[in-house]
């Protein structure tokens, strides 16, 4: 198992993704998806990403070693999936660990199931049926510090968000068009959904709410605005009494932030938190721990490029009294490219990873020293 470190996958033995780091009882849980890809086209459907199971993972302190807790939970155990269970997250109320995460069922929509335990670490034992009125992908559980929970949740394409405009599942084409089906233009972008959840924590309080993501004029983001609205991958962290929701852009790849006042939005773009990574998806979660903020997200170095087969990996925040978060770079100076660009080197070819990383050729020599 690898030690901890900036741009170095934080495990090497599988494939991990979409990290939601959560701390508990002083270490930090990392919940993230496990990537077994399949050979399925990178056609906007998203089933490529294939996932059977999920793997919990923790960390003593930031520089000790990862622990692999094993599986906690596995698809034949969810009476009504089919299959890809993306993104989850975990959040704890009564001294219980509930686990929220999304997969197939039996008709190929994308529901969101619980799953409980009495460890962080699980095992995680699901609930018989999804969750009631609660659909697409990528849950965050976001508790506030008066222990209200709120649920953040919802992805654009493979997410399915565009066939729930009606509010019921409209059965269309395979998968969702890209670009076709949602808003277009000048139109209002689809928003992602929140909801309150009950203190049960199995159950949403009411409907959902739609989220409000706004320009500096406060306009809703347009649906053509790809570099700033919202496409998957929802996060929510507090900082200095403000909320603010993170998100993946999806086809323009940024992760970006949005300040708010209170968990229901509306949110007010801020900006980029972290800019495109080798490989299609980018998808993260923003902790603080020990009195630092980190940034947890993944890359595809770790398979040669392969976007469904991913690696996490985590570096510090800096974030000023105001929440302006300094944009990062995954792959910055001559010695962070090299690393990320030997790594990816390791499953690809020279070519690839030369094209990847937009290599000039001093470093593309560079790059073959280390081979
Ligand atoms: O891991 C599968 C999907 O890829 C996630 O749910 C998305 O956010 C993207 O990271």
């Known amino acids: 198992m ?18 939601a780091a959560k701390v508990y009882n002083g270490k930090l849980y990392i919940y993230p998806s496990h990537d077994l890809g399949n050979d399925n086209p990178d056609d906007g459907s998203g089933d490529h990403f294939w996932m059977e199971d999920y793997h919990v993972f923790s960390m003593d302190d930031i520089d000790a070693p990862v622990i692999d807790h094993g599986q906690v939970i596995h698809l034949d155990d969810v009476p009504w999936a089919k299959g890809q269970m993306w993104d989850n997250d975990v959040a704890t109320k009564n001294g219980k660990y509930y686990m929220y995460f999304p997969a197939k069922d039996k008709d190929g929509i994308f529901r969101i199931g619980v799953a409980i335990s009495d460890k962080p670490e699980g095992p995680f034992i699901p609930e018989e049926k999804p969750m009631e009125g609660a659909y697409s992908i990528d849950p965050h559980v976001f508790i506030d510090d008066d222990g209200k929970t709120y649920m953040y949740y919802g992805g654009l394409w493979g997410g399915q968000m565009e066939k729930w405009q009606t509010g019921v599942y409209v059965q269309g084409p395979p998968f969702t ?23 049960d924590m199995v159950s949403m309080k009411g409907e959902p709410h739609r989220i409000k ?15 700033r609205r919202f496409f998957e991958a929802s996060w929510l962290h507090k900082f200095n009494g403000k909320y603010y929701f993170s998100y993946s852009t999806g086809d323009t790849h940024n992760l970006c932030y949005a300040e708010g006042d209170n968990p229901f939005g509306p949110f007010t773009y801020k900006g980029v938190l972290l800019e495109p990574v080798i490989g299609w998806t980018n998808h993260h979660s923003v902790v603080e721990w020990a009195g630092k903020w980190y940034l947890f997200y993944h890359d595809s170095t770790i398979s040669g490029g392969h976007t469904q087969l991913r ?29 990320a660009a030997s790594l990816m080197l390791k499953k690809s070819d020279l070519e690839t990873v030369t094209a990847a990383f937009n290599l000039e050729e001093e470093l593309v020599e560079k790059l073959k020293l280390k081979m």
Do not use: C, R
């Open 213 to 227: 993501i706004l320009d500096e004029n406060g306009e809703l983001l347009k649906a053509s605005d790809t570099e």
């Open 2 to 19: 690898k030690k901890s470190a900036f741009n170095t996958p934080l495990v090497d033995h599988m494939y991990t993704a979409d990290p």
């Open 311 to 339: 690696g996490m990996k985590f570096t510090e925040m800096e974030i000023a009294e105001d929440g302006t978060i300094t944009t990062m770079v995954p792959y910055q100076t001559e010695e962070e490219i090299l690393s």
């Open 177 to 199: 068009q890209p670009g076709i089906d949602g808003p277009q233009g000048d139109e209002p972008a689809l928003l992602p959904y929140m909801a309150e959840l009950n203190d």
